[in-house]
């Protein structure tokens, strides 16, 4: 009976980690519940998930059936496909120039100020063709995937006019189609208003709302829709209006909320049932509470605080001891986050945000699967989910946010196929 066989069975894991657990995001301190199976096998068919446990039971289960192929985990470390939920991975060109500008102590709101910043990627993402665009992202998805990513958010937000957002967001639609890393797409258009409508943020409010949001719709190019809601950026009530327009056509909604002032994003994030709020390193306890009672995710950004120089971070603790569920990412964009790298995040969260080891898998498994609405298929390796998963060349958990600044990724699976081997692309 073909229908029967197993494709790929993981064996000889050292210390597997499935996320198992009650349904939902994993919130307050269940963050930190993360049992570690030492001894374990997953079995997987049609790039799903059938057993995944401790090595003699997953054997039991499919004894007598063939096995088409075997993977040996060599007793290493074996966790679900990481999830990064917040980046804004297409758009043209770098911004190192910054790096002096913030040596001589200029902040990220002069600098985007002064006509650079977001503002300077929007030149070059408009000036870039669609191929450009393209190859510059998939060269990033593949360092996410060799990071173990295996999921994971892009936001358009660097064209700024309709047909450059629908640019950027077109190669997000090509990326998904021809690569390993699953994406899903959130229009930005309210990023930042663009130099042509400098003084008129009223009428780029609006042909975000009438123009872009239902062409983007209409198309079908993107799940979310996403507000950087800051001072300068967009005011709470600008977001609000945009937000809500997104809503009515059926977009989920997300906010970049009280990053650098307390603007009452976090509040405006519970008040309108976004999936996810993110950066929140000025939010309130209020604010806090307002996403907790409205199931809004955390999403913690330690190395755009790490690398904007900020003395102050996410009050990542607080918000678990809130009951929030916190997932962390790389908000990997090429001014205020230019990594890819989610093994230096954990770091981060570790160091900076205070979590431990536990808590931060969790952030960057099961919790960032629900912040990007994905947390029914991916996040946790359990029977029916898609098969996602990682051996890291660590013989344990702690190990790998310990030993920071390395890659530590040996194989990546993605849908039951082998994607990454020896630390390097298989796809
Ligand atoms: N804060 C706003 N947007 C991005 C930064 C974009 C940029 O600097 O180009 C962020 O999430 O950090
Ligand atoms: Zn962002």
């Not at 039971?57 to 496909?81: C, S, Y």
């Not at 390395?406 to 298989?426: E, P, Y």
């Amino acid at each position: 009976m073909e229908q029967q066989q197993i494709d790929l069975f993981v064996h000889h894991i050292g210390e597997l980690i499935t996320m198992a657990g009650e349904a939902g995001a994993h919130t307050g301190s269940r963050m930190a519940d993360v049992p570690v199976v030492k001894g374990g096998a997953v079995a997987i068919r049609d790039g799903v998930i059938v057993a995944a446990g401790p090595e003699a039971d997953v054997r039991a289960q499919i004894a007598g059936l063939p096995v088409a192929q075997e993977l040996d985990a060599r007793g290493r470390l074996v966790t679900p496909g990481l999830v990064d939920p917040h980046t804004h991975l297409v758009h043209g060109g770098s911004r190192e120039h910054e790096l002096a500008m913030k040596l001589q102590g200029a902040t990220y709101l002069e600098i985007l100020a002064q006509g650079g910043g977001i503002l300077s990627t929007v030149r070059a993402t408009r000036s870039a063709t669609e191929d450009e665009l393209y190859a510059k992202a998939k060269r990033s998805l593949d360092t996410l995937l060799l990071q173990g990513v295996t999921t994971c958010e892009a936001k358009s937000g660097y064209g700024l006019t309709l047909e450059d957002e629908l640019k950027q967001l077109q190669v997000t639609k090509r990326l998904n189609e021809a690569h390993p890393v699953e994406l899903v797409s959130t229009f930005m258009g309210a990023h930042m208003v663009p130099e042509e409508y400098k003084g008129r943020s009223a009428d780029y409010v609006k042909l975000v709302i009438h123009e872009m949001l239902p062409e983007v719709k209409r198309l079908g190019l993107a799940e979310f829709c996403d507000v950087f809601c800051e001072h300068g950026v967009f005011s709470p009530e600008e977001s609000e209006e945009i937000l809500a327009a997104a809503k009515a056509l059926g977009f989920g909604v997300k906010i970049h909320a009280d990053e650098i002032e307390p603007l009452g994003g976090a509040e405006l994030a519970g008040k309108l049932g976004c999936i996810s709020a993110e950066h929140l390193l000025a939010a309130t306890d209020a604010g806090f509470e307002a996403m907790r009672d409205a199931g809004v995710i955390a999403v913690c950004l330690p190395a755009t605080s790490f690398n904007l120089r900020l003395k102050q971070h996410a009050r990542a603790r607080r918000m678990i001891e809130l009951g929030l569920a916190v997932a962390l990412s790389t908000d990997y964009n090429p001014g205020s986050s230019p990594t890819e790298s989610i093994q230096l995040v954990m770091t981060l969260g570790c160091l900076n945000l205070g979590l431990t080891p536990e808590e931060v898998l969790t952030a960057v498994t099961v919790n960032a699967a629900h912040a990007i609405g994905r947390g029914d298929r991916v996040g946790s390796l359990v029977p029916g989910k898609q098969a996602d998963l990682v051996i890291f060349d660590a013989a344990n958990l702690a190990y790998v946010p310990y030993h920071f600044g390395i890659n530590h990724v040996d194989t990546v699976v993605k849908g039951g196929k082998i994607v990454v081997r020896d630390g390097r692309l298989a796809y």
